[in-house]
Every structure is written in structure tokens, then in C-alpha cells.
């Protein structure tokens, strides 16, 4: 069964920065893609970044030139990197992996979710 797992977000002044991970784990065969989502309180859940096996990246205009997302292959782990945070990226922050098991096609897995408040 796959799982994919969150470090700790946490509380981060403005312009800190932050790094998260997420490691997938489980009957994995192959993962396609992992990205990181979003969702702050009342609005819906939006895309912060993407990286593909071929490691082509795509970034939400917010982030451009402050977050950076890369992979660890080897540990099937993705990252996020903010920098110069702002009060505006306080949300919950969710990974997902597109990824293809031993047992089943592929399919888009979620992680449990990081609460990042960025605060003075």
C-alpha cells in the first residue's frame, strides 16, 4: 500500500524560509511525477509546484524565484524549498505523487497534509 509522508511544517517569520519533504513508499514500480499543493483557510486547494521523472518543473506565478522543488530518486522523496515566505503562503501544504505499483496503474496518491504559517 502506498503512503506517502509529510515532515513538520511549522511557524516561520516572514522572510524565512522552509523545507519540506515527502517520501513515497510502498509497492512503488515507478513514480511519474510529485508535486506539492496548497490550501489556505477558505479558499480552494491550488498547485505550488511540480517536477516530473524527467525532473521538468513547473511553478505556481506566486512562488516563481522563492520555492524550489527537487527530488531524491533513490529515497522517493520530493522537497520543497521556501524561501522568502510571506503571510500569504500560511496554508496547509500537501505532496502528491503520480505513481505506478507492482499491482495496479498509475494513480495520483496524497500525502496527510503540513501546516505552514508564516507570522511575525
Known amino acids: 500500500q502506498v503512503r506517502l509522508v509529510e515532515s513538520e511544517g511549522g511557524l516561520v517569520q516572514p522572510g524565512g524560509s522552509l523545507r519540506l519533504s515527502c517520501a513515497a513508499s510502498?509497492?512503488?514500480?515507478?513514480?511519474?511525477?510529485m508535486g506539492w499543493y496548497r490550501q489556505a483557510p477558505g479558499k480552494e486547494r491550488e498547485l505550488v509546484a511540480t517536477i516530473t521523472s524527467g525532473s521538468s518543473t513547473n511553478y505556481a506565478d506566486s512562488v516563481k524565484g522563492r520555492f524550489t522543488i527537487s527530488t531524491d530518486n533513490a529515497k522517493n522523496t520530493v522537497y520543497l524549498r521556501m524561501n522568502s515566505l510571506k503571510p500569504e503562503d500560511t496554508a496547509v501544504y500537501y505532496c502528491n505523487a503520480l505513481i505506478t505499483t507492482w499491482y495496479a496503474a498509475p494513480r495520483l496518491y496524497w500525502g496527510q497534509g503540513t501546516q505552514v504559517t508564516v507570522s511575525s
Open positions: 510502498g509497492g512503488i514500480f515507478s513514480i511519474n511525477a
